[in-house]
């Protein structure tokens, strides 16, 4: 499975001490270990806080290099956008660099909120913002079905970035990638998994943990719903990035192992296809 990575959206979540990590391990070593099971990391802290190199190098040292990172753009990028964003795209630019240069920089994730409407304004906000990191893999999550559109589609190949396939509770506004059939654009083929947790989508919603929202655990059957697109992905030659973000009660952890062992079970059919 070289080219499928598969990982949790952030490591250090203390629900996991004593169930997936030792009890006895220390929390420095939480991402040693966790790359011992797993070949990517979708980070999130860069969203809260912005990166720099120094500690970008070290979560690269303290993987032993063995780890693909997929990093999620800043909040100042997505999400309280403001007149200085260019500034701030130079300096999560030049933070994440060091990680390209190793070769160890799977896709910049940029998720943009609900409120990210599909207008005129933010159209070309967008273009501009994928313009400033034209030579980085990126790929673009919304959370609004409004940009889930053919021409918007035509714009992200033009600009070289991918689109995520989000796996989300079906609710009003937000995507779905099964029923709308949303293309893997470019050689990234990015899913998401946010759990289906319609009744908690927008319990504290705006709190900075949202927990409630990603409280849920993918059964077998609905992680084995993926296999196909998965297979298909393959068979075009992209690279599948699977990223867990069901974290609460340790689910993401779990529900990636279990997808691991799928996919080396599929693992025939995937690779003969």
Not at 61 to 88: C, P, V, Y
Request: hydrophobic letters at 35%; one cysteine or more; proline letters at 5%.
């Amino acid at each position: 499975m070289s080219d499928i990575l598969i990982g949790t959206s952030g490591y250090d979540h203390p629900e996991l001490k004593g169930t997936f990590y030792p009890g006895d391990l220390p929390r420095k070593d939480f991402l040693s270990y966790y790359a011992t099971r797993f070949n990517s990391l979708e980070l999130n802290s860069t969203f809260y806080s912005m990166p720099t190199v120094e500690r970008m190098e070290s979560f690269y040292q303290r993987s032993s290099g063995s780890l693909m990172f997929s990093i999620k753009a800043n909040r100042l990028l997505t999400h309280e956008i403001s007149a200085s964003w260019k500034d701030q795209a130079v300096l999560f630019r030049n933070a994440i660099h060091t990680l390209a240069q190793k070769q160890a920089l799977a896709s910049i994730l940029f998720q943009f909120p609900e409120s990210f409407h599909y207008t005129p304004q933010n159209r070309v906000y967008l273009a501009n913002l994928l313009k400033e990191f034209e030579p980085f893999p990126k790929v673009v999550e919304f959370r609004h079905k409004e940009w889930i559109k053919d021409s918007v589609f035509e714009g992200l190949a033009y600009r070289k970035a991918g689109i995520v396939f989000c796996d989300m509770p079906h609710l009003k506004n937000l995507p779905n990638g099964f029923t709308s059939n949303t293309p893997f654009i470019g050689n990234i083929a990015y899913i998401r998994f946010h759990g289906r947790n319609s009744q908690g989508w927008y319990v504290n919603a705006n709190s900075s943990t949202e927990t409630p929202r990603y409280d849920y655990e993918y059964s077998q059957n609905e992680l084995s719903s993926f296999i196909p697109i998965i297979k298909a992905a393959q068979s075009e030659g992209k690279t599948v990035m699977m990223y867990f973000n069901n974290h609460p009660k340790g689910t993401g952890i779990k529900n990636a192992l279990q997808m691991e062992a799928l996919l080396s079970e599929n693992s025939a059919s995937i690779f003969s296809s």
